[in-house]
């Protein structure tokens, strides 16, 4: 089943300077997220497993281009260039047991 969305895979990669970061912005990027859930669909931390740090994180994001997305990771509390670099993909889907609730929002 195929799906038309305007989807986007936002993969952040952090060097180990960002858990500074992360300790002083976390409250305010969960709120900045919370805030913007109408087009940050998921969104999440990334660890190579449970009990080490944080090496980054992804988001799904509804919008209709890569620029929107970019303006959204700009404005997060947790956006640190030099710290944090991240990927912007188009995610076509293929299959999703969970994604078309989302859309339908």
């Not at 300790?23 to 087009?39: C, I, M």
């Not at 030099?82 to 999703?96: L, P, T, V």
């Amino acid at each position: 089943m195929s799906v038309s969305s305007n989807l986007w895979l936002v993969v952040f990669r952090d060097d180990p300077a960002m858990l500074e970061i992360r300790a002083e912005f976390g409250q305010k990027h969960l709120s900045y997220v919370d805030r913007n859930s109408d087009k940050i669909l998921l969104a999440g931390g990334l660890k190579h497993a449970p009990e080490t740090p944080f090496i980054g994180g992804s988001w799904l994001v509804k919008a209709q281009n890569s620029g929107e997305v970019e303006k959204l990771i700009k404005a997060d509390p947790y956006f640190n260039s030099a710290h944090r670099k991240y990927d912007i993909s188009y995610w076509g889907i293929f299959h999703n047991n969970v994604v078309e609730g989302m859309l339908a929002a």
